[in-house]
């Protein structure tokens, strides 16, 4: 199956800045802080250019996020740059983002990951237009990944990416249509689980979706459907199985605002057929639901559900299903300071086996502003993992780190 089964998005200029330390996501959302934007260092061209450093240290007390439970400091390191354009026409947008992680005295656990991006939109008119997008992207696997179960809790997972949109948009209606292909491979230095000698993860995906829809005084809701086919490419074990699959899936999806409420919903039922007899089949939902409420100028919250499916290289199982629930508050007591802080509860079902695993995470973010191109970042994690079997007892693990670093933007 697809690294994500559903569709989350058919916009395709890359213009974020992605590489950023595991350690410090949030997953609900929360209302953006206003003056904490990254603002454009250089503009020359037609071009806008968005450069940003950061640089800290953080404390954990399981660097190899195992049942060891071995305590270190790890360097962290990630730097972002973009460029897009500001024409009134058309648009060009790149990034490039690096981040490497490395631990002072368990010389194993290092990881850096490089990432880059390309996109445009060419318009043939005020409604039709033309998106292209190429993707490499670099992403260091840890702890709350379901690669996890897979056996790398040390390595890093390469995607590259070629997408093409035809888009129509009359500000009332709007039709898109997009061709996805996704060629993704794993890095592991260490192997935690036996797990991970059942098969590769290298494969490449193709994605075919429609996606009709109107637009609304709220926001924008609509259909979309499209097949989806994988082919695995290659391993260095003996493959007892192969996975390549075929399968389609089905969903809607709505983007909603009204005043200082916002969220969107997007649910999708897809079947995926198997050439592995062990498999057969997967015929299952995913989705997701998100909403952010601005209380005041102080206060915001923010809530998650979400249902993935992703590959999983365990033997006679298609897949991955994480069920995953998360809130988190904001907090601005001053112009250049505010707080995060929210809890989230994931739980693991392994596809067409008896495996489960259940994981609690607490993450707090702190930042102070002191200057407009400089801030001050605190943040910290609690995590407790646990499974249902020794088959998975290497994934059953606590963890608690606190990352101090200085965030430059020009």
């Keep these: 199956m697809a690294r994500r089964t559903t569709v989350a998005s058919l916009m395709l200029l890359l213009t974020g800045l992605a590489a950023t330390p595991s350690a410090m996501a949030q997953i609900a959302p929360l209302p953006p802080v206003s003056g904490f934007e990254q603002p454009s260092g250089l503009s020359f061209g037609g071009f806008k ?100 179960f897979n056996g790398n809790l040390n390595g890093t997972t390469q995607t590259n990416t070629l997408e093409a949109a035809l888009g129509w948009d009359d500000k009332k209606y709007f039709v ?105 089949k997967v015929i299952s939902g995913v989705g997701t639901a998100q909403l952010t409420y601005k209380i005041d100028d102080q206060w915001g919250v923010g809530g998650a559900l979400q249902r993935t499916f992703d590959e999983t290289n365990i033997q006679t199982s298609g897949g991955l299903f994480t069920n995953l629930a998360a809130v ?32 609690f995470t607490l993450d707090a973010t702190a930042a102070w502003q002191v200057h407009d191109r400089v801030e001050l970042m605190f943040n910290a994690s609690a995590s407790n993992q646990l499974v249902n079997d020794a088959f998975l007892s290497n994934l059953q693990y606590s963890e608690s780190s606190a990352t101090v670093s200085v965030v430059i933007t020009f």
Excluded: C
């Design 176 to 280: 898109n249509l997009l061709s996805r292909y996704q060629d993704v491979s794993n890095d592991t230095d260490i192997d935690v689980t036996i797990v991970s000698r059942v098969q590769s993860q290298d494969r490449e995906e193709y994605n075919l979706t429609l996606e009709a829809g109107q637009h609304y005084s709220w926001g924008k809701a609509s259909v979309f459907s499209g097949p989806i086919r994988i082919r695995y490419s290659g391993s260095d074990f003996i493959l007892p199985e192969d996975r390549d699959s075929e399968g389609g899936r089905v969903g809607i999806g709505a983007e909603f605002a009204q005043g200082n409420l916002s969220g969107l919903v997007r649910v999708i039922g897809f079947a995926q057929y198997f050439d592995a007899p062990t498999i057969g």
């Design 49 to 148: 250019f968005y450069n940003r450093i950061q640089a800290g240290l953080m404390a954990t007390d399981n660097i190899r996020l195992d049942p060891t439970e071995e305590s270190d400091f790890k360097k962290i390191f990630a730097f972002n740059a973009g460029a897009q354009s500001d024409w009134e026409k058309h648009a060009v947008a790149a990034t490039v983002s690096y981040v490497d992680q490395k631990a002072v005295d368990v010389s194993d656990q290092k990881s850096s990951a490089l990432s880059g991006t390309i996109s445009g939109r060419y318009d043939f008119t005020d409604a039709l237009n033309l998106r292209l997008g190429a993707l490499n992207e670099g992403s260091i696997i840890g702890k709350n990944d379901p690669l996890q």
């Design 328 to 359: 988190s508050a904001l907090y601005r007591p001053a112009d250049d300071i505010y707080l995060k802080l929210g809890p989230t509860y994931r739980f693991y079902t392994i596809e067409g086996t008896p495996y489960e695993a259940e994981s």
